[in-house]
T-cell receptor
Framework: DQQVKQNSPSLSVQEGRISILNCDYT??????FLWYKKYPAEGPTFLIS?????DKNEDGRFTVFLNKSAKHLSLHIVPSQPGDSAVYFC??????????????FGRGTQLTVWP | NAGVTQTPKFQVLKTGQSMTLQCAQD?????MYWYRQDPGMGLRLIYY???????DKGEVPNGYNVSRLNKREFSLRLESAAPSQTSVYFC????????????FGEGSRLTVL
């Protein structure tokens, strides 16, 4: 059973608008959350992360929001650019240390940003 | 700066054949991982090595073996390939600073006929 869920397989947004990608999780032991971006024929690349002690983390055009009570996080991209078109994976971990790499991934959301 | 390097990038096998996927990182990272990605399934952890000399099972270890040859290299072996192992395999590593950022290789696409 998937512990990290991305229920929207695809999202299409016009350039300049906001993209909002959503992610839900079921495991209450998760305390670290990450977003990865993946282009075709490449490996995933880290985008942004958030610890469970925070509810928001911002890095340039990317902001991640965490709602622990709802077990929900979202990634906001403002403004969206055509180069943002990629698959976005939500991932979660039970903590740092040697288990950090034991990430549980969602199935991904294909974001398409059109001009 | 190579980062994480995987070989081969593509491979076609027949059912029952064996092969080894190689992974090397030049970032002096302690921990290394093997994931597989299947269509619509996201990435799933096969095996990981928290440090040189240790290996542990992930979510989907059946049918695979691993070797942490040294700090740089972590190989994944399929002893008797099955069509269900057709997938894209990603190796990744993370350093001791625990920033949360896994560095992934470009992937190895394996097809088992």
């Amino acid at each position: 059973d998937q512990q990290v869920k991305q229920n929207s397989p695809s999202l299409s947004v016009q350039e300049g608008r906001i993209s909002i990608l959503n992610c839900d999780y079921t495991n209450s032991m998760f305390d670290y959350f990450l977003w990865y971006k993946k282009y075709p024929a490449e490996g995933p690349t880290f985008l942004i992360s958030i610890s469970s002690i925070k509810d928001k983390n911002e890095d340039g055009r990317f902001t991640v929001f965490l709602n622990k009570s709802a077990k929900h996080l979202s990634l906001h991209i403002v403004p969206s650019q055509p180069g943002d078109s990629a698959v976005y994976f939500c991932a979660a971990s039970e903590g740092r240390g040697s288990t950090l790499g034991r990430l549980y991934f969602g199935r991904g959301t294909q974001l398409t940003v059109w001009p | 700066n190579a980062g994480v390097t995987q070989t081969p990038k593509f491979q076609v096998l027949k059912t029952g054949q064996s092969m080894t996927l190689q992974c090397a990182q030049d970032m002096n990272h302690n921990s290394m991982y093997w994931y597989r990605q299947d269509p619509g399934m996201g990435l799933r952890l096969i095996y990981y090595s928290a440090s040189e000399g240790t290996t542990d099972k992930g979510e989907v270890p059946n049918g695979y073996n691993v070797s942490r040859l040294n700090k740089r290299e972590f190989s994944l072996r399929l002893e008797s390939a099955a069509p269900s192992q057709t997938s894209v395999y990603f190796c990744a590593s993370v350093g001791a600073a625990n920033t949360g950022e896994l560095f992934f290789g470009e992937g190895s696409r394996l097809t088992v006929l």
